[in-house]
């Protein structure tokens, strides 16, 4: 089986190391992905970034990355514990949880719905803003030598 932009190669997550249960879930969860990403950003370019979180250096999380995302960064080339150069945890997650705040839910699947909801109605214009301010941080992390920078944004 060939390897697909939407679908990894079989053999390539076998190589990993991977059972065929975890292969079949790691498909499942990366073709989803995909196709998310995808009709967000309407084929343009975008940056997934990782942080060191364990499962992002998994076997079977570099097999999906290799599958998708040829040459991809991985987790090695960002910071550990650099949350303020992440525009998910600096300023989205922020915002989506604004958005699904004071709501109950009943399962985690109905949290997973809300979510997508409340993606799907970000502003495309906060996400390049925010996406675009990622430049400054940067410069803001190396002047204060990678020690607090936020009083210097």
């Known amino acids: 089986m060939k390897s697909s932009p939407h679908r990894p190669s079989i053999e390539l997550l076998f190589k990993r190391g991977l059972g065929s249960a975890e292969i079949a879930r790691r ?6 992905t995909v196709r998310i990403l995808r009709r967000h950003f309407a084929g343009g370019p975008f940056i997934l970034q ?8 998994s076997r079977s ?5 290799e599958a998708h995302f040829p040459g991809f960064l ?4 960002w910071p550990a514990s650099s949350p303020d150069l992440n525009p998910m945890d600096f300023s989205v997650w922020g915002m989506l949880e604004g958005k ?9 699947d109905d949290l997973k719905a809300a979510l997508e909801v409340a993606w ?25 030598r990678g020690s607090n920078f936020e009083i210097l944004l």
């Open 27 to 32: 498909l499942q969860i990366s073709s989803s």
């Open 50 to 57: 990782q942080d060191w979180a364990p499962s992002h250096g």
């Open 61 to 65: 999380t570099l097999a999906v990355l």
């Open 74 to 77: 991985d987790k090695n080339l």
């Open 100 to 108: 699904i705040a004071g709501k109950v839910f009943a399962t985690v």
């Open 120 to 144: 799907a109605s970000l502003d495309d214009g906060y996400l390049r803003r925010t996406v675009n301010s990622v430049k400054k941080r940067l410069r803001a992390c190396v002047k204060a």
